[in-house]
């Protein structure tokens, strides 16, 4: 009879188990649903009031993680439970929602290079997104705001190519200037301003950096400098007559071939 009771108290038991298993599964899908359907509808302080009950039941779901960063008030805390996402669940199905939070983030507080490089990785690493022609057209106007415009033209083209209904255009008068010469007149000799893509302790690897631009069309020339008694050979591109002109020609070098650059005056290095 013992036996007997045993068996069914334990039959019982697991029973209860599997009914409040159930219900926790079941309450947790509830609090997202209703959390995502708050959300969707503006009811940010209905959300925040289920967001405990969510995080005690499954603190380390992406979901969860998710919705801490968007209901977070303080924005640079918010922007730790994005990038926490990022890194511990990359491919789930909110990385791209969180990238795009942590881009529009950055833009908002005027870091566009940090917003480009974010919301470059929207195409590229999430193609199905729902952010794409947001992600596109934020990241056109970031490369505007940093004198980018030819670098933002040629991405255009390229996501036009892959993405043909996408609504996205670079204003005119931006278009009508590019459209302009963009080679400089060889009337201009004032031009003392250059960009430094190299500097070598070796002559040889200098010219073959060199040779590397003027194969891909720039004018390149080499210049020496000596630092803590050891002669640099440095490698310039181009030659500007004013710092803004060489720097915005720099940043569409490194956006296009990732080298580090510095302005130089070459009228202090002769």
């Known amino acids: 009879m013992k036996i007997h009771f045993l068996t069914k108290l334990i039959l019982r038991i697991k029973s209860l188990l599997f009914l409040l298993t159930l219900f926790i599964i079941v309450s947790e899908a509830a609090a997202q649903s209703n959390i995502e359907s708050f959300v969707k509808e503006g009811k940010f302080s209905e959300a925040r009031e289920l967001l405990p009950a969510l995080v005690k039941e499954n603190p380390a779901d992406a979901r969860t993680i998710y919705f801490q960063g968007l209901l977070e008030k303080n924005g640079e805390t918010s922007l730790e439970y994005f990038e926490s996402l990022l890194s511990k669940y990359p491919k789930s199905e909110y990385a791209d929602d969180a990238l795009m939070q942590i881009s529009e983030y950055r833009y908002s507080r005027g870091l566009y290079i940090s917003a480009e490089r974010t919301l470059l990785m929207i195409p590229r690493k999430y193609p199905e997104s729902e952010h794409i022609e947001r992600a ?95 002669r640099l ?19 569409v070098l490194k956006a296009k071939f990732g080298v580090n650059y510095g302005i130089v005056d070459r009228t202090k290095n002769k």
């Open 136 to 230: 596109i057209n934020l990241l056109m106007q970031a490369m505007l705001v940093t004198g980018k415009a030819d670098t933002a033209k040629m991405y255009l083209d390229v996501f036009k190519k892959k993405w043909k209904n996408l609504d996205v255009e670079l204003p005119e008068s931006v278009l009508a200037k590019l459209e302009e010469p963009a080679e400089l007149s060889d009337s201009r000799r004032n031009e003392e301003y250059t960009i430094q893509i190299g500097a070598f302790g070796s002559k040889k690897n200098a010219e073959r950096q060199r040779d590397v631009f003027k194969g891909r069309g720039f004018k390149v020339s080499l210049g020496k400098k000596k630092v803590a008694d050891k």
């Open 233 to 251: 050979h440095l490698v310039w591109v181009g030659s500007y007559s004013s710092y803004d002109d060489a720097l915005a020609e720099a940043r």
